[in-house]
């Protein structure tokens, strides 16, 4: 692959997957609306925005035969997002039905991915794996809340609440949001062992040409003196 294109490598993947997560999460966590139509849009624009990265994985950084899951992941997440995208479909049964159907199949197909990367020791197995089980928990998460589901508690000194199921239900996408962040940020951050290893045989050979160097000065002198 071209120098201009090597610009862009698995830990820019990881990481801009998890500042964009990190925002979704932000965003849901400091809203005190959690109804539908906020968490639709944070949603759409949070699906949209991966799809983005995810082409420019299977564009920039992924070898052939490994682009498919990349390529499914990014066309899942615009119809997904152009879906959840139009305000006069936003609403509760919308949100539990274009979410828990994202997170099942971006999820299977992330572990899928990611089960098969392993044997090719691909640096994205693990994320794959762990997104990937993270996003089919969100959509068996979401499809247990029972529909129309409400239920009322009372704070002292503070008073009555109504906890309905879709506050239920964008409080987990902001949470599997949040521990994605967390985990591709990890990930991204920290120092690759491949890297280290790469470097030890340049510096041998550093080494090598240094000594080779000196040899052929020493024959040189040698010679010299010989005459």
Same mark, same amino acid.
């Given at each position: 692959?071209?120098? %201009? ?8 993947v990881q990481l801009l997957r998890a500042l964009f997560a990190a925002i979704a999460a932000a965003m849901i966590t400091f809203s005190s609306d959690h109804s539908a139509p906020v968490g639709l ?21 992924? %070898? ?24 006069? *479909? ?11 159907? *994202? ?19 691909? %640096? ?35 008073? /009555? ?28 951050? /920290? %120092? ?23 040899? /052929? ?11």
């Amino acid at each position: 692959m071209s120098a %201009p294109a090597r610009a862009f490598t698995v830990r820019h993947v990881q990481l801009l997957r998890a500042l964009f997560a990190a925002i979704a999460a932000a965003m849901i966590t400091f809203s005190s609306d959690h109804s539908a139509p906020v968490g639709l849009s944070v949603f759409s624009g949070f699906v949209f925005v991966t799809a983005l990265v995810q082409v420019l994985a299977a564009w920039l950084v992924l %070898p052939e035969g490994s682009r498919w899951s990349s390529v499914l992941l990014a066309a899942l997440g615009v119809v997904a997002g152009m879906t959840s995208g139009i305000p006069a *479909w936003r609403s509760d049964d919308l949100f539990f039905v274009v979410v828990s159907v *994202w997170a099942l199949l971006s999820g299977g197909i992330e572990l899928l991915a990611g089960f098969r990367a392993r044997r090719s020791a691909d %640096p994205l197995a693990r994320d794959a794996i762990t997104v990937g089980a993270l996003g089919i928990l969100l959509g068996i998460a979401l499809l247990l809340i029972p529909a129309g589901f409400i239920q009322e508690y009372t704070i002292d000194k503070a008073g /009555t609440f109504l906890l309905s199921g879709i506050i239920l239900g964008v409080g987990m996408f902001g949470g599997y949001a949040a521990i994605v962040a967390v985990f591709l940020g990890i990930a991204g951050l /920290t %120092p690759k062992s491949k890297d280290a290893a790469g470097a030890l045989p340049v510096a041998d050979a550093v080494d090598d040409d240094t000594a080779s160097g000196a040899d /052929t000065s020493a024959t040189a002198a040698e010679r010299g003196g010989d005459r």
